[in-house]
């Protein structure tokens, strides 16, 4: 049974000018152990899925259809304290270190009341205890949990949010552009230490960016999204040495690429869709060149097509 | 004469069912304008509308309690109290309007000249409204009404001397954004006179805000003199006014007559609400807060 | 900067402040009537008597010597001398003092406990009608002269429901006497304290049912500037970051909502409650003269009444300098809680 399957997922943010819809009947899995990447350019709803996961789409979002499953539990149907739990067994790491952190709250009172809100009978000493030996790991010293936010640079309060995010040891951790913030060079620090604590903590990683380079480096399993939907989703390795769907194709093309330096860089034409009124049919068609008669008729979904899935008109 | 200001009534009348249409803020400033007129007009009607004459005595028996003959009650004197409150706020809404006059005539000029021409003047300027600005309002309005005397226009100055500083602050603060602005800078460049800017640029900016703290002051300057009143600083005994009968009525509440304090207590309420509720509503309508 | 020159700047920035606020207060009493003391005689007095009386004040001076002996005073400590029997006003204030400064704690207290308690709600309701309400009443509120809101409350909850006396500060005789161990007295002057201290709790009940509808009125009137800001500050510090990602550590909403919304909303309702005070002092004039209650406030209205203008003056001196050092300890206390302030 896989550890996350989310199926059919639609979130929905009504306005005051429309209705957006940020998530279309997504539909995702992913195995105990495995890492999955979510990519796709700004506003193409990777966020609010994260979010979704935990049940945190900030309001007035909505989601409307679908069901998301944990470990074989429909959180959709979870009351507001067991959602509260479930919070405690899936991590999140939001893409700001600079603000997502309290800043009249010292380091060490964050995990303190992280730890003592989910395992009660611990006491004090001994969740002060557990968060240092947490921060050695991240290569904090343990005496700077008497310090406050303002007082670590960016990297070093990314380096608490991944450390408060495994604190309760959850099986599934969420990264929302966990280095987007971040310089190249600490970015790279970031990258390397999650990947030693993925195998420390044997854990389901979901990894959401819009770069690739990180998500070909991190994942073994990639989605790419646009305006919404799913249009690839399979192995890495399948994905990179044959993308199928023309989106997936222009993202790699327009990607720097270290091995062909010579190689120019091809962004994709025009814009990402307005989500009120999205084209017809296929919402890629009017930016892709490979468009025919069904691509503004008809949506198209997801088949099994070279050992990954892929939802368009070409492979149908 | 009866044709034009019919006119300018009709023309009025749509801006005023518009402002319903601005959300929240337009309903504020409609709600807040329709109690002003309704006070505004009673006052001003009172010759006519008043069933008696507010200030003759024993028009009925003494402290009777509201009826149908005395829809308002009689206090002690035996004076007509729906007389009283239809007249009473004569003299509230006439000092009030005069200590707003006096402000604004007396605090934009100086905001806008010391504002304008920066340095130690701004600096003195400043420096002096803020001390003033810091003192308890009301502490100041009894200090300067105590050493003047009684009277509507003493009561007038008292108020308006604590309130020029809030006129200069908002004034200053226009003034310094719109120095900076690069089409003032361009204008000063060209040659443009001082004078010309000040009235060109910096005046219609200037307006609408001052307008807002007008209308809040308004208010402010309704309940101040209804304190000095309270205090024994207001205007002398014959006239009728909603601020001494709150003051005189007090000593009738043992006895149970809540109705000498009652109604015209309610009306200072109410005229302060509307003022407040046109001025929120101005500000929320002319410079929104960014709420999404 | 440490906190240390903070303050001392500060300090130094407040004196040509309270300079001016004398000299104003000077202006006023002094020079603006004309003479003072001819006021006070308002019917016909003989010369001599007016003369004498003039000397005793030291009003016979010239203007320039007046100041300077009005400032040299007050440094000193010496607020003048009351006109009606010569005594030094000072002592009369300072005596007067404590029964003010019991009324604005306990206002300021309900004033703001009403304002955060409904700005919470109202910002966690945000565009609701309960939002709407709140906000509606906390605009009304201030609308509301505070004698007439007292007389009001005097009506319902003394007159006709014997809940809380209508007037006056404790029973006749039962004032609170402090802590007394042998010869060693302390007493604040400050009715609940000293109860307290005394270990009388009947004195306590008693001093807080004379309390409360004097200070739920000033309160009340005051509460409105309270839940707008908390409100404010709340839907700002609501849809920050770390608001959603202790959300996301499945903390409890109280938490949330407390702990970290709240506390970082907090500092600029604590500046407003420095900025509120002088608004508290003006309310407890009228307060006190409702509710009879033997503070500054009715201390300066019945020197008004006996024309007592030396008093007055200094009264609103003792007034305006209050001010000054309250607003002082608000910005020290601020610089205090917030070190990106002193940078």
Redesign the interface.
Same mark, same amino acid.
């Given at each position: 049974m896989p550890l996350l399957e989310i199926n059919s997922l639609t979130v929905d943010y009504p306005t005051r000018v429309g209705t957006v819809r940020a998530v279309d009947r997504v539909s995702i899995s992913v195995e105990k152990g495995q890492t999955l990447g979510i990519v796709g350019e700004s506003g193409c709803g990777k966020s609010t899925l994260g979010l979704a996961v935990?049940r945190?789409v900030?309001s007035p979002g909505i989601m409307t259809e679908g069901s998301i499953m944990i470990d074989g539990t429909d959180i959709m149907r979870l009351s507001n304290n067991e959602?509260?739990?479930?919070?405690?067994k899936v991590g999140?790491i939001?893409q700001?270190p600079m603000?997502?952190?309290?800043?009249?709250?010292r380091i060490g009172d964050h995990f303190v009341?992280?730890i003592r809100?989910?395992e009660k009978e611990v006491s004090r000493q001994e969740a002060l205890e557990k968060t240092g030996k947490i921060l050695e790991s991240l290569g904090i010293l343990r005496e700077r949990t008497t310090d406050y936010p303002?007082q670590f640079s960016g990297g070093m309060r990314q380096r608490v949010?991944i450390g408060?995010g495994l604190a309760l040891n959850p099986k599934l951790l969420i990264a929302d552009e966990p280095t987007t913030s971040l310089d190249v060079i600490v970015e790279a620090q970031i990258l390397e230490l999650m990947n030693k604590l993925k195998k420390d903590y044997d854990l389901t990683l979901i990894l959401i960016t819009h770069n690739i380079g990180i998500v070909a480096e991190m994942s073994d399993l990639i989605a790419v999204m646009y305006a919404g939907r799913v249009v690839e989703f399979g192995p890495t390795e399948q994905i990179f040495e044959n993308p199928l769907h023309p989106y997936t194709k222009g993202l790699l093309e327009s990607a720097p690429n270290i091995l062909h330096p010579e190689r120019s860089m091809h962004p994709i034409p025009g814009s990402p869709p307005d989500l009120i009124s999205p084209p017809p049919g296929c919402k890629f068609h009017p930016r892709c060149p490979h468009a025919f008669e069904p691509c503004p008729l008809r949506e198209p979904f997801l088949v099994m097509k070279e050992r990954r899935f892929v939802a368009c008109h070409l492979y149908d | 004469m009866q044709t034009e200001r019919g006119r300018i009534i009709v023309q009025l009348i749509p801006q005023f069912v518009r402002l319903s249409k601005r959300g @929240?803020a337009g309903w504020t400033v409609l709600i807040g304008s329709v109690i002003v007129v309704a006070v505004v007009g009673m006052t001003l009607l009172a010759p006519w509308i008043a069933p008696h004459n507010p200030i003759a005595i024993n028009v009925g028996p003494i402290m009777a309690a509201p009826s149908s003959e005395f829809p308002l009650g009689t206090n002690h004197l035996g004076q007509d109290m729906l007389s009283r409150v239809i007249w009473g706020g004569s003299m509230v809404l006439q000092v009030a309007l005069i200590s707003v006059a006096m402000c604004v005539a007396v605090g934009v000029p100086i905001g806008l000249l010391a504002s304008y021409a920066g340095g130690n003047t701004d600096k003195g300027t400043s *420096?002096?409204m803020?001390? !003033?600005y810091?003192?308890?309002?009301?502490?100041?309005a009894?200090?300067?009404a105590? @050493? *003047? =005397?009684r009277g509507v226009l003493n009561m007038s100055l008292a108020i308006a001397v604590v309130y020029v500083p809030s006129y200069y602050r908002i004034v200053r603060s226009q003034v310094l954004t719109i120095k900076e602005l690069s089409y003032v800078e361009a204008a000063r460049a060209l040659g443009a006179k001082s004078r010309s800017i000040i009235l060109r640029y910096v005046m219609p900016n200037v307006v609408p805000s001052v307008v807002s703290v007008a209308t809040i002051n308004f208010?402010d300057a309704i *309940?101040t003199a209804? =304190?000095l009143t309270?205090?024994?600083?207001g205007l002398s005994v014959a006239v009728p006014d909603w601020g001494w009968d *709150?003051t005189y009525?007090?000593q009738l509440?043992?006895a =149970?007559a809540?109705w000498v304090?009652?109604f015209p207590?309610l009306m !200072?309420?109410l005229l302060?609400?509307g003022f407040?509720?046109i001025g %929120?509503g101005l500000s929320e309508l002319w410079s929104p807060?960014l %709420?999404q | 900067m440490s906190l240390r020159s903070y303050v001392i700047a500060r300090v130094l920035l407040t004196i &040509?402040?309270l300079l001016?606020?004398l000299t104003?207060?000077f202006l006023?009493?002094r020079v603006?009537?004309g003479d &003072?003391v001819l006021?006070h005689f308002e019917k016909q007095a003989k010369p001599e008597a007016v003369e004498e009386f003039r000397q005793r004040l030291g009003l016979d001076k010239s203007l320039p010597e007046q100041y300077v002996d009005y400032l040299t005073g007050v440094l000193r400590g010496d607020l003048g001398k009351s006109m009606q029997d010569f005594s030094p006003v000072a002592q009369q204030i300072f005596s007067a003092f404590p029964a003010t400064l019991e009324l604005a704690i306990f206002g300021m207290i309900i004033a703001v406990v009403l304002g955060i308690f409904l700005g919470v709600r109202s910002s966690r309701s945000y565009n609701s009608g309960e939002d709407?309400v709140i906000r509606t009443f906390g605009?009304?509120t201030?609308?509301? &002269?505070v004698?007439?809101l007292g007389?009001?409350l005097?009506?319902v909850f003394s007159?006709q429901l014997h809940w809380f006396p209508?007037g006056g500060r404790i029973y006749p005789g039962s004032e609170p006497l402090g802590l007394n161990l042998g010869g060693f007295h302390l007493a604040t002057g400050l009715y609940t304290v000293d109860s307290l201290l005394e270990g009388n709790l009947s004195k306590f009940v008693q001093a807080l049912r004379y309390l409360f509808l004097p200070s739920f009125a000033l309160g009340l009137v005051l509460c409105g500037i309270f839940i707008r800001l908390t409100r404010?500050s709340m839907?700002e510090t609501l849809r920050?970051?770390?608001v959603?990602?202790?959300?996301?550590?499945?903390?409890?909403e109280r938490?949330v909502v407390y702990?970290?919304a709240l506390?970082?909303a907090f500092l600029p309702i604590l500046t407003m409650m420095g900025l509120q005070f002088?608004?508290l002092?003006?309310?407890a004039?009228?307060t006190e003269?409702?509710f009879s209650w033997p503070g500054l406030g009715r201390y300066?209205?019945d020197r008004?009444?006996f024309r007592d203008?030396t008093a007055?003056?200094g009264a609103?001196v003792f007034?305006?300098l209050l001010?000054?050092l309250v607003?002082l300890m608000v910005d020290v206390l601020y610089a205090y809680l917030d070190p990106?302030i002193r940078l």
């Amino acid at each position: 049974m896989p550890l996350l399957e989310i199926n059919s997922l639609t979130v929905d943010y009504p306005t005051r000018v429309g209705t957006v819809r940020a998530v279309d009947r997504v539909s995702i899995s992913v195995e105990k152990g495995q890492t999955l990447g979510i990519v796709g350019e700004s506003g193409c709803g990777k966020s609010t899925l994260g979010l979704a996961v935990i049940r945190l789409v900030p309001s007035p979002g909505i989601m409307t259809e679908g069901s998301i499953m944990i470990d074989g539990t429909d959180i959709m149907r979870l009351s507001n304290n067991e959602v509260r739990e479930l919070r405690g067994k899936v991590g999140f790491i939001f893409q700001d270190p600079m603000t997502s952190l309290n800043p009249v709250k010292r380091i060490g009172d964050h995990f303190v009341e992280f730890i003592r809100t989910h395992e009660k009978e611990v006491s004090r000493q001994e969740a002060l205890e557990k968060t240092g030996k947490i921060l050695e790991s991240l290569g904090i010293l343990r005496e700077r949990t008497t310090d406050y936010p303002h007082q670590f640079s960016g990297g070093m309060r990314q380096r608490v949010m991944i450390g408060l995010g495994l604190a309760l040891n959850p099986k599934l951790l969420i990264a929302d552009e966990p280095t987007t913030s971040l310089d190249v060079i600490v970015e790279a620090q970031i990258l390397e230490l999650m990947n030693k604590l993925k195998k420390d903590y044997d854990l389901t990683l979901i990894l959401i960016t819009h770069n690739i380079g990180i998500v070909a480096e991190m994942s073994d399993l990639i989605a790419v999204m646009y305006a919404g939907r799913v249009v690839e989703f399979g192995p890495t390795e399948q994905i990179f040495e044959n993308p199928l769907h023309p989106y997936t194709k222009g993202l790699l093309e327009s990607a720097p690429n270290i091995l062909h330096p010579e190689r120019s860089m091809h962004p994709i034409p025009g814009s990402p869709p307005d989500l009120i009124s999205p084209p017809p049919g296929c919402k890629f068609h009017p930016r892709c060149p490979h468009a025919f008669e069904p691509c503004p008729l008809r949506e198209p979904f997801l088949v099994m097509k070279e050992r990954r899935f892929v939802a368009c008109h070409l492979y149908d | 004469m009866q044709t034009e200001r019919g006119r300018i009534i009709v023309q009025l009348i749509p801006q005023f069912v518009r402002l319903s249409k601005r959300g @929240m803020a337009g309903w504020t400033v409609l709600i807040g304008s329709v109690i002003v007129v309704a006070v505004v007009g009673m006052t001003l009607l009172a010759p006519w509308i008043a069933p008696h004459n507010p200030i003759a005595i024993n028009v009925g028996p003494i402290m009777a309690a509201p009826s149908s003959e005395f829809p308002l009650g009689t206090n002690h004197l035996g004076q007509d109290m729906l007389s009283r409150v239809i007249w009473g706020g004569s003299m509230v809404l006439q000092v009030a309007l005069i200590s707003v006059a006096m402000c604004v005539a007396v605090g934009v000029p100086i905001g806008l000249l010391a504002s304008y021409a920066g340095g130690n003047t701004d600096k003195g300027t400043s *420096l002096v409204m803020d001390s !003033i600005y810091a003192f308890p309002g009301l502490v100041l309005a009894i200090a300067i009404a105590a @050493m *003047l =005397g009684r009277g509507v226009l003493n009561m007038s100055l008292a108020i308006a001397v604590v309130y020029v500083p809030s006129y200069y602050r908002i004034v200053r603060s226009q003034v310094l954004t719109i120095k900076e602005l690069s089409y003032v800078e361009a204008a000063r460049a060209l040659g443009a006179k001082s004078r010309s800017i000040i009235l060109r640029y910096v005046m219609p900016n200037v307006v609408p805000s001052v307008v807002s703290v007008a209308t809040i002051n308004f208010a402010d300057a309704i *309940l101040t003199a209804a =304190g000095l009143t309270f205090v024994g600083l207001g205007l002398s005994v014959a006239v009728p006014d909603w601020g001494w009968d *709150l003051t005189y009525g007090r000593q009738l509440l043992p006895a =149970g007559a809540w109705w000498v304090i009652a109604f015209p207590g309610l009306m !200072i309420v109410l005229l302060a609400l509307g003022f407040t509720l046109i001025g %929120e509503g101005l500000s929320e309508l002319w410079s929104p807060r960014l %709420e999404q | 900067m440490s906190l240390r020159s903070y303050v001392i700047a500060r300090v130094l920035l407040t004196i &040509p402040m309270l300079l001016l606020l004398l000299t104003l207060v000077f202006l006023i009493t002094r020079v603006l009537p004309g003479d &003072p003391v001819l006021l006070h005689f308002e019917k016909q007095a003989k010369p001599e008597a007016v003369e004498e009386f003039r000397q005793r004040l030291g009003l016979d001076k010239s203007l320039p010597e007046q100041y300077v002996d009005y400032l040299t005073g007050v440094l000193r400590g010496d607020l003048g001398k009351s006109m009606q029997d010569f005594s030094p006003v000072a002592q009369q204030i300072f005596s007067a003092f404590p029964a003010t400064l019991e009324l604005a704690i306990f206002g300021m207290i309900i004033a703001v406990v009403l304002g955060i308690f409904l700005g919470v709600r109202s910002s966690r309701s945000y565009n609701s009608g309960e939002d709407h309400v709140i906000r509606t009443f906390g605009i009304a509120t201030y609308a509301i &002269p505070v004698f007439f809101l007292g007389m009001v409350l005097q009506l319902v909850f003394s007159i006709q429901l014997h809940w809380f006396p209508s007037g006056g500060r404790i029973y006749p005789g039962s004032e609170p006497l402090g802590l007394n161990l042998g010869g060693f007295h302390l007493a604040t002057g400050l009715y609940t304290v000293d109860s307290l201290l005394e270990g009388n709790l009947s004195k306590f009940v008693q001093a807080l049912r004379y309390l409360f509808l004097p200070s739920f009125a000033l309160g009340l009137v005051l509460c409105g500037i309270f839940i707008r800001l908390t409100r404010t500050s709340m839907l700002e510090t609501l849809r920050l970051d770390f608001v959603t990602a202790a959300r996301a550590r499945g903390l409890k909403e109280r938490t949330v909502v407390y702990t970290y919304a709240l506390r970082n909303a907090f500092l600029p309702i604590l500046t407003m409650m420095g900025l509120q005070f002088a608004a508290l002092l003006a309310g407890a004039i009228l307060t006190e003269t409702t509710f009879s209650w033997p503070g500054l406030g009715r201390y300066l209205v019945d020197r008004i009444a006996f024309r007592d203008y030396t008093a007055i003056q200094g009264a609103v001196v003792f007034f305006g300098l209050l001010v000054a050092l309250v607003s002082l300890m608000v910005d020290v206390l601020y610089a205090y809680l917030d070190p990106r302030i002193r940078l």
